[in-house]
């Protein structure tokens, strides 16, 4: 093994979770003198995702925010409305710029090293951790990895594992067909087929939009069928004819509260996706990794066993029902959304959603949802 080979950490994936612990770690003296190698199979040189998340002001990220919206829009099958959400935002960024703005910062710094391989095995030797990929075998005191695989959480049935799955198009029209000051949060106007289903859609101008179909549910659907819910969207509901597809993504988020600490050890730890931070009754991540890295970052300066960090608290035992109720009766789960939309503002549901609430507003919150199915769910997690 070649003294190249040995790292004080290595991070695996340069996605939001590892390009956000990486230029965190940049910016802290604490690890200026360390070799830190980040690495990815993809170049990620694309516009692979867009990012979007609620947020009270200026944020970390504003620089490279490229759409925001202070109103949003929900529909359920009974109600429809506008809200406006001061004080927050809610804020768009295309995956490339996020990309191109932490690799900016890396290039200037000396001691973090960006190798675009694919990591095929990942093992926790007692000293430190060896990261095997194709061409080369790597040694590092930490190992942060965000490879993220469905068998992680699939292979247990204590906690349902569900998906946030999504086809999206940006569509640019020939008429002006979008209203650019508001974003449509959710609309479950659309046939929902015996299961969760609703239209998300991103206006950047009266021309152009992210249209996604999505759905919280346990299994995937053919391809055209997502493409054929879109386009019905565009035709029945937004009378709209004309259109381009300048860009699609697609994508599932697990929605499960599977405890993924069992997966770390002393010094091999997962995070995004992977670390199970990607928030289970919403599928939302990216602003939960942000807030997570901070305390992540501390902890590692402990020096610390890796896996002695937990960030369970009692939302954990929130989503849990919830995603209990969405499992078990998952043609319903509109219901859920359309109380909580007509009962409550959405400035609690997003602080809710944050986890920042107290617990007399958690119960405001929780006192919106539809009672039956969320006491059934309770009484057969307790007995
Ligand atoms: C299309 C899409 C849209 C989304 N939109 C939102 C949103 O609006 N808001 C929100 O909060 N969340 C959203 N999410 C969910 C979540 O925020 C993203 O998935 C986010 O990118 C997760 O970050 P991560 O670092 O865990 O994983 P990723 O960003 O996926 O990073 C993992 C990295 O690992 C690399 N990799 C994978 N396998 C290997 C291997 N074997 N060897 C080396 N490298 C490997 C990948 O190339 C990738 O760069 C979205 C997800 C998708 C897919």
Redesign the pocket.
Known sequence: MNKSSHYDYII?????????LADAMLKDDFFSGKSILL????S?QTN??????WEKGVGQFDAIVHKKWNAIYFSGKKFSKRYAIHPYTYK?IR?IDFYNFVFENIKVHQNLYFKQ????DVIDIGEGVKVV?ANENYIAGKVFN???DYGMATHQNKYPVLQ?H?V?WFVKTQKSVFDPAQATYMDFSIPQKNNTRFMYVLPTSETEALVEYTLFSENLLQKDEYENAIKDYLKKDLACFDYEIVET?????PMTCYDFQEHHTKNLRY?????G???PS????????ARKIPVLLEHIKTEKPLDNLSFKNRFWRYDLLFLDVLYKDNANGHNIFESLFKNRHPQLIFKFLDERTSIWEDIKYIWACPKKPFIKALLSRLF
């Open positions: 695996i994936g340069a996605g939001a979770a590892g390009l956000m690495l990815d199979k993809d990620k692979d995702r867009t990012w979007c998340y768009m995956g391989t694919k990591v095929t990929t965000s490879v993220f946030q999504f999206g993504e697609i994508g599932s988020i995070i995004g996706t992977a670390g931070w990607a928030k919403t599928g939302y991540t990216f602003a939960s990794t």
